[in-house]
């Protein structure tokens, strides 16, 4: 028998063996192509045992066993959790364009205080020399806008239903 014809029956029967053994199908995977590639090196030697499964199994085993000798102190997850979540550029482009409808509702004064301000960068001085205003109207213009889109952002959205005029739909 080659290795081929062996990997094609043995394989998933050694991997099923080495799930139970692992606790872990991740594990298991990885001791399966360890063992694989040893087997795979050396197969003039597997293939005149006795048994070859069972000398695979055995192979399996010990490298189970070194492993947990080799690497006692860490122990294995079955999940990576990201330390961060990333947000989906779906939600981030929806929000966006909530964003920018709820500005464009703004008084154009308020609107333009928020742009200059938070996508321009410019401290409040900087926007009072260039709307021609104080910096303490600024600070007024900026306040009443925040407070209008936080209004605006929290309040559940509402759609228009094009083929049946009155009818609201929560969103």
Known sequence: MTFEEWARVGLPKLLRFATVLCGSGDLAADLVQDVAVK???????????????????K???????SWRRKWSRFVPRAEIVPSEQ???????QADRDQLLTELAKLPRRQRAVL????????????????????????????????????????????????????V????
Not at 40 to 57: F, G, K
Not at 168 to 171: N, S
Request: overall charge neutral; charged content about 20%; some cysteine.
């Open 39 to 57: 087997a795979h090196r050396h197969w003039d030697r597997v293939a005149t045992a006795d048994s070859p499964n069972a000398y695979l199994r």
């Open 59 to 65: 192979m399996l085993v010990n490298e189970y066993l």
């Open 86 to 92: 990333i947000a989906d550029h779906a939600n981030q």
């Open 115 to 166: 742009v200059l301000r938070y996508f321009g960068g410019l401290s409040d001085p900087e926007i009072a020399e260039t709307l021609g205003c104080s910096a303490s109207t600024v600070r007024a213009h900026a306040s009443r806008a925040l407070a209008a889109l936080r209004i605006e952002m929290a309040a559940p959205q509402t759609f228009h239903h094009p083929s049946r005029p009155g």
């Open 168 to 171: 609201t739909h929560a969103h």
